[in-house]
């Protein structure tokens, strides 16, 4: 866990949490997100699956030899011409969340107590509607105030445009707002750019400590 914190911290922060990889470890989930998505690629382009997925490794692979930052798969998608439109509906139509998660009891516990000094969002690069179906799988949609996801903005993270819609949301100053992510370059360095303060983990067992560390 790395911490970007400007002590002393306000007791009334709006905490921004990222979703996959956050809240949940589901790597069997991850994987079908990607798949279903590569799939829909594939016959977009007319590709073969795996001629759909060597061509994502390889926009991925040239990107890191370049030492350029990893690419969402939306922002991969859509330099392959695939529109937001499209990204979106492809993502509502066959993202399942229910098929993969499950309430979690001690996660409702650890987001209740951090309610009690806190307001909850989520900034996601699913769509709204996936994201509310996972929340509501884990059983922790009612500590959420506010969701934003890919159809807010149309930009995925690390494109600083969901950040700024969550800030317009929130009506509160970057500095009063905390990012909670997995992902430094993703999640985090954009945030902390917009004035932001944030909390990389290295795993979602991580967010059990933050009530101590942020109360
Ligand atoms: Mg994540």
């Not at 500095?175 to 985090?188: K, L, M, N, Q």
């Amino acid at each position: 866990m790395r911490l970007f914190l400007n002590p002393p911290l306000r007791r009334d922060c709006v905490l921004a949490f990222d979703l996959d990889g956050t809240l949940y470890d589901n790597p069997g989930y991850i994987r079908a997100q990607e798949e279903s998505q590569v799939r829909q690629l594939a016959q977009f382009l007319s590709l073969t699956y795996d001629e759909a997925a060597q061509k994502i490794l390889d926009i991925r692979q040239k990107r890191a030899a370049r030492n350029l930052p990893a690419a969402s798969l939306g922002d991969i998608f859509r330099g392959l011409g695939v529109s937001d439109e499209l990204i979106i509906q492809w993502r509502r139509d066959h993202i399942h969340p229910r098929e993969w998660l499950t309430e979690d009891s001690r996660l409702q516990n650890t987001l209740t107590a951090l309610t009690s000094h806190h307001a909850l969002a989520l900034i996601t690069n699913n769509p709204k509607s996936v994201a509310t179906e996972s929340l509501s799988a884990l059983g922790i949609i009612s500590c959420f105030t506010n969701i934003i996801g890919l159809d807010d903005t149309f930009k995925s993270k690390p494109h600083p445009a969901p950040y700024r819609a969550f800030l317009d949301a929130a009506r509160r100053l970057p500095e009063d707002c905390i990012v909670i992510g997995d992902r430094y370059s993703v999640d985090i360095e954009p945030a902390l750019q917009l004035g932001m303060q944030g909390v990389l983990i290295e795993r979602p067992s991580e967010v059990h400590l933050l009530p101590e560390i942020l109360d």
